[in-house]
DNA sequence: TTTTCATATGATTAATATTTCATATGATGG
DNA sequence: CCATCATATGAAATATTAATCATATGAAAA
């Protein structure tokens, strides 16, 4: 029995829609990283960390490894690649200035968007 | 200036992870309609549906245009259709049985998923 | 086999998003 | 222009989601 296309599509779009989650996302574009490294890099509590990665994996959005004591997430790069040079393209054509896309009563106000947040500030 | 990558791209994936707003995509898909239609077909309140075509409106997932009285919503494809078989991909291939994208926390609850949907009843 | 580093878990609290309701605005045919 | 159909808007009420805190579990080195 084939499952609700918008039951899995809304877990798959809300799994990405949170800030927290997409910091860690860009942070594993790179290289794959353990929870703690993951943490200090984005300056959050571990905890929280943790259960962002989760909510990642279950979707498989990330595939993670035991190396020792650490355990180590990396990207699904066949899937998010495609998915974040979609999102560019869009965005880059529809949005050019941001206004588009986005009003006053959308901006962010969570922590990563504070000015500690490395991605806020490497994409200025 | 360009905008932060985070700031954007979690307007992008936040837009689409409402059931409500899946609902309206998929029954676009198919054909443009009036927001009297949707709200009809959907089975949900007009001013709902307005509210949620707007998000949907500012994020460019959809193109408006007025005939008559009426104004009809229509799917912005060059970016929607891409992006929903990129869905279907990686759901096929990394959540064949949906368990791997969905536990028991994650159901949704609200009124899209009700019997009356038919969406859900047609994804079944 | 105990200590320490590393990560996960669960429940509570805090933050955000969505729906609803009442009403305002818009378009157009009469 | 007035009536009416059609859509949009704003604020309050609900519902959902995320972060936090305390603590449990896991892995491996000593």
Chains 1, 2 share one sequence.
Do not use: W
Not at 30 to 49: A, G, H
């Amino acid at each position: 029995m084939k499952q609700s296309l918008s039951e899995t599509c809304y877990k798959f779009f809300s799994t990405l829609a949170n800030p927290t989650r997409l910091a860690i996302v860009e942070l594993l574009r790179d290289s794959p990283r353990n929870v703690t490294e993951i943490s200090q890099i984005l300056n959050q509590e571990q905890s929280m960390i943790s259960h962002n990665l989760q909510r990642l994996d279950e979707c498989r959005f990330i595939f993670s490894e035991q190396r020792k004591k650490k355990r180590f997430y990396s990207l699904n790069k066949e899937t998010m690649e495609p998915l974040l040079k979609l999102f560019t393209y869009h965005s880059e054509k529809y949005c050019p200035t941001g206004g588009k896309c986005l009003n006053k009563n959308n901006l962010q106000k969570r922590k990563l968007r504070e000015a500690s947040d490395p991605l806020y500030l490497a994409h200025q």
